[in-house]
């Protein structure tokens, strides 16, 4: 009957657990087998809360105490589910518990399991619903700013740990207090956030790249824009750089022309005192007026006598003065010792530099007169080193210059195709002599002092009287038909020389007005000539970088002196005794005569040697240049 009870009994529980099953309660019991076999485990193992165990029998009373324990097995069950239910929810628990709402050690880590410390790693706390997504383990997201919290050694995301702690003031782990101050930032690589889940798709991706594309586009549209602007700025900095230079160079040449101007000021202060022209002068009373030619005046007895007489004086006094050398001349020796003494720069303007010709006073050498291409002409006394005199009235470069020998007068000839006749004391024009066409290319003075003779373009050569300005006679070679370069007087003054374009060198009859000889020889045009005072011999060149001398009284070369390759000679003279022979062009070059050698060579000019002159007795040479300066040379 016991036994029979009991399978009754055994049959009614198997009913019921067959029924709880059938109502749904599967997965109650699987969570609680699960929860039995953790709770055996620690008994199992530590062998103390196991109890001694009832002897076994058999019969109903085995059977009995076989029962009991699944009886209390599922009180037990029944009390624990209970339980569970009672306990409160793990995100509001002060401590981290189990998935069986057990609180865990060592901050919320299970032994063995990956959140384990004994793993090297820190197991994200429970969210909580006031502050989602504490922790990077949680988020799945790699912190932007992470510290740590030294109360609990867990890594955070700072905003949301501040967050939290503004609303609770304790680490979510354990609850202890935890203020914003105690946190510690952890400096790291700033990380490339992967992107969400939502942008791996195909049409995310060709999104995204469309929008990258569209933001280079736009960046690209930028730089080019910028890069106009870049390039508009840098010219209009380059337009402005090259006018200030414009205006720097303009304010420099103004600057250097208003210092010469001042220079030459200077020295004109109270130095020349206007004083009477002499009755010996022209008359000016047409001062600065052109005289109209006309009718020529023509040479009259009285002038042809007045030149002859003049000849016969001069032809005495050289046959007296014979062969001898005047003792004050400076020997050769002495003379290949010179060397550069002084050089002025100040005497033209630097606006159009160049000092085109040169001359010195006959009777006082140390006044110099020169014409320069800024269409002045200058008088400069060289012991005093000052300016005596300014002249201006030429419309274009003066090109030829003559002093007086006896009067403060100088002339001055130009391309503007005038002679004008200057009063030194008084820095004025008395006499505009217009005698010619075309440039005035050469001038000369007769050993009278009373007339002029002047070449020109024009191709023709005139005659005139400087008291008067009128022009006694004026002659042209119908046969050449050549524009004249240059013209020079013979000591004498009965015959001249004239240069022409066509390499030719004629020697005219001034009584006559016919020409009386033709040296040919040279190849370009004739640069200058120049009469010994001997009156034997004659110096000629051209641009064929040669200086030939001729004899007068043979009409033959007997001298040619071959110069450099492309050596220009744009100035020849014989001292007063006609022992030493000047050239100036590319240098300046002394020669002595009869021996015709080269005993002295000057470079100290920088640009072409214009004009060469001697002083007197040699006791100095004198020379100009196209570099603006006057310069000097003795021992």
Same mark, same amino acid.
């Given at each position: 009957?016991?036994?029979?009870?009991?399978?009754?009994?055994?049959?009614?529980?198997?009913?019921?657990?067959?029924?709880?099953?059938?109502?749904?309660?599967?997965? &109650?019991? #699987?969570? /609680?087998? +699960?929860?039995?076999?953790?709770? !055996?485990? =620690?008994?199992? @193992? *530590?062998? %103390?809360?196991?109890?001694?165990?009832?002897?076994?029998?058999?019969?109903?009373?085995?059977?009995?105490?076989?029962?009991?324990?699944?009886?209390?097995?599922? &009180?037990? #069950?029944? /009390?624990? +589910?209970?339980?569970?239910?009672? !306990?409160? =929810?793990?995100? @509001? *628990?002060? %401590?981290?518990?189990?998935?069986?709402?057990?609180?865990?050690?060592?901050?919320?880590?299970?032994?063995?399991?990956?959140?384990?410390?004994?793993?090297?790693?820190?197991?994200?706390?429970?969210?909580?619903?006031?502050?989602?997504?504490?922790? =990077?383990?949680?988020?799945?997201?790699?912190?932007?700013?992470?510290?740590?919290?030294?109360?609990?050694?867990?890594?955070?995301?700072?905003?949301?740990?501040?967050?939290?702690?503004?609303?609770?003031?304790?680490?979510?782990?354990?609850?202890?207090?935890?203020?914003?101050?105690?946190?510690?930032?952890?400096?790291?690589?700033?990380?490339?956030?992967?992107?969400?889940?939502?942008?791996?798709?195909?049409?995310?991706?060709?999104?995204?790249?469309?929008?990258?594309?569209?933001?280079?586009?736009?960046?690209?549209?930028?730089?080019?824009?910028?890069?106009?602007?870049?390039?508009?700025?840098?010219?209009?900095?380059?337009?402005?750089?090259?006018?200030?230079?414009?205006?720097?160079?303009?304010?420099?040449?103004?600057?250097?022309?208003?210092?010469?101007?001042?220079?030459?000021?200077?020295?004109?202060?109270?130095?020349?005192?206007?004083?009477?022209?002499?009755?010996?002068?022209?008359?000016?009373?047409?001062?600065?007026?052109?005289?109209?030619?006309?009718?020529?005046?023509?040479?009259?007895?009285?002038?042809?006598?007045?030149?002859?007489?003049?000849?016969?004086?001069?032809?005495?006094?050289?046959?007296?003065?014979?062969?001898?050398?005047?003792?004050?001349?400076?020997?050769?020796?002495?003379?290949?010792?010179?060397?550069?003494?002084?050089?002025?720069?100040?005497?033209?303007?630097?606006?159009?530099?160049?000092?085109?010709?040169?001359?010195?006073?006959?009777?006082?050498?140390?006044?110099?007169?020169?014409?320069?291409?800024?269409?002045?002409?200058?008088?400069?006394?060289?012991?005093?080193?000052?300016?005596?005199?300014?002249?201006?009235?030429?419309?274009?470069?003066?090109?030829?210059?003559?002093?007086?020998?006896?009067?403060?007068?100088?002339?001055?000839?130009?391309?503007?195709?005038?002679?004008?006749?200057?009063?030194?004391?008084?820095?004025?024009?008395?006499?505009?002599?217009?005698?010619?066409?075309?440039?005035?290319?050469?001038?000369?003075?007769?050993?009278?002092?009373?007339?002029?003779?002047?070449?020109?373009?024009?191709?023709?050569?005139?005659?005139?009287?400087?008291?008067?300005?009128?022009?006694?006679?004026?002659?042209?070679?119908?046969?050449?038909?050549?524009?004249?370069?240059?013209?020079?007087?013979?000591?004498?003054?009965?015959?001249?020389?004239?240069?022409?374009?066509?390499?030719?060198?004629?020697?005219?009859?001034?009584?006559?007005?016919?020409?009386?000889?033709?040296?040919?020889?040279?190849?370009?045009?004739?640069?200058?000539?120049?009469?010994?005072?001997?009156?034997?011999?004659?110096?000629?060149?051209?641009?064929?970088?040669?200086?030939?001398?001729?004899?007068?009284?043979?009409?033959?070369?007997?001298?040619?002196?071959?110069?450099?390759?492309?050596?220009?000679?744009?100035?020849?003279?014989?001292?007063?005794?006609?022992?030493?022979?000047?050239?100036?062009?590319?240098?300046?070059?002394?020669?002595?005569?009869?021996?015709?050698?080269?005993?002295?060579?000057?470079?100290?000019?920088?640009?072409?040697?214009?004009?060469?002159?001697?002083?007197?007795?040699?006791?100095?040479?004198?020379?100009?240049?196209?570099?603006?300066?006057?310069?000097?040379?003795?021992?």
């Amino acid at each position: 009957m016991a036994t029979a009870a009991g399978g009754r009994r055994r049959a009614v529980h198997a009913g019921k657990r067959r029924s709880r099953r059938r109502g749904g309660e599967r997965g &109650g019991c #699987r969570e /609680r087998f +699960r929860f039995r076999r953790r709770r !055996r485990r =620690p008994r199992e @193992r *530590s062998g %103390a809360a196991r109890g001694p165990r009832a002897p076994t029998g058999t019969g109903t009373g085995a059977a009995d105490r076989k029962g009991e324990p699944e009886t209390a097995s599922e &009180g037990q #069950r029944d /009390r624990n +589910r209970s339980a569970a239910t009672a !306990r409160p =929810p793990p995100w @509001r *628990s002060s %401590a981290p518990v189990s998935a069986a709402g057990r609180e865990l050690p060592n901050g919320g880590s299970q032994p063995g399991s990956p959140g384990d410390h004994r793993a090297g790693s820190s197991r994200a706390p429970v969210p909580v619903p006031s502050c989602p997504s504490l922790s =990077p383990a949680v988020s799945n997201e790699v912190p932007e700013h992470p510290c740590v919290s030294p109360v609990s050694n867990h890594v955070y995301e700072r905003r949301l740990i501040e967050k939290y702690i503004a609303e609770n003031g304790t680490d979510p782990v354990n609850n202890q207090p935890l203020s914003e101050e105690q946190l510690i930032d952890i400096k790291v690589a700033h990380p490339i956030r992967p992107k969400p889940p939502s942008a791996t798709s195909i049409p995310a991706i060709l999104k995204a790249l469309q929008d990258e594309w569209d933001a280079v586009m736009l960046h690209s549209f930028t730089l080019r824009q910028q890069l106009q602007t870049t390039r508009q700025e840098l010219s209009h900095a380059l337009y402005q750089h090259d006018a200030a230079c414009r205006v720097i160079a303009r304010l420099t040449k103004e600057v250097t022309a208003a210092r010469e101007a001042l220079a030459t000021l200077k020295p004109q202060a109270g130095l020349i005192v206007p004083q009477a022209v002499p009755s010996a002068q022209p008359n000016v009373a047409g001062a600065g007026e052109a005289m109209d030619l006309g009718e020529l005046a023509g040479m009259t007895p009285e002038i042809i006598q007045k030149l002859q007489d003049k000849a016969t004086v001069l032809t005495t006094e050289r046959k007296k003065r014979g062969k001898t050398v005047p003792e004050e001349l400076v020997k050769p020796e002495e003379l290949s010792k010179y060397r550069q003494v002084a050089s002025h720069v100040g005497l033209h303007s630097a606006s159009i530099p160049g000092i085109l010709a040169l001359d010195l006073c006959p009777s006082d050498t140390n006044k110099i007169l020169t014409g320069g291409a800024d269409k002045n002409v200058i008088v400069f006394d060289k012991s005093s080193e000052q300016i005596l005199a300014t002249l201006k009235g030429h419309t274009k470069k003066v090109t030829s210059v003559v002093f007086h020998p006896s009067q403060d007068l100088v002339f001055s000839a130009s391309p503007d195709a005038t002679i004008r006749i200057w009063s030194v004391p008084n820095a004025s024009c008395v006499q505009v002599v217009r005698a010619h066409e075309g440039s005035v290319t050469g001038l000369s003075l007769h050993a009278t002092g009373d007339y002029l003779l002047s070449s020109s373009d024009d191709q023709y050569w005139a005659f005139s009287d400087i008291q008067t300005g009128r022009v006694l006679t004026k002659v042209t070679d119908e046969s050449s038909g050549c524009a004249l370069t240059c013209a020079q007087f013979h000591p004498d003054g009965l015959i001249f020389g004239t240069g022409t374009m066509d390499s030719q060198i004629k020697i005219w009859d001034l009584k006559e007005r016919t020409n009386v000889a033709n040296f040919p020889g040279h190849s370009g045009p004739i640069t200058s000539i120049a009469f010994s005072e001997n009156g034997y011999y004659l110096a000629t060149a051209a641009d064929d970088s040669s200086v030939k001398l001729w004899d007068l009284r043979k009409l033959k070369n007997f001298k040619t002196l071959q110069l450099d390759n492309n050596f220009e000679v744009k100035s020849l003279i014989f001292d007063q005794s006609g022992t030493y022979l000047a050239l100036g062009g590319t240098d300046v070059q002394i020669y002595i005569c009869k021996q015709w050698t080269e005993i002295l060579h000057f470079t100290e000019h920088s640009g072409l040697t214009t004009g060469v002159a001697f002083g007197h007795h040699a006791k100095f040479i004198a020379s100009t240049g196209m570099d603006r300066s006057l310069k000097f040379y003795s021992l």
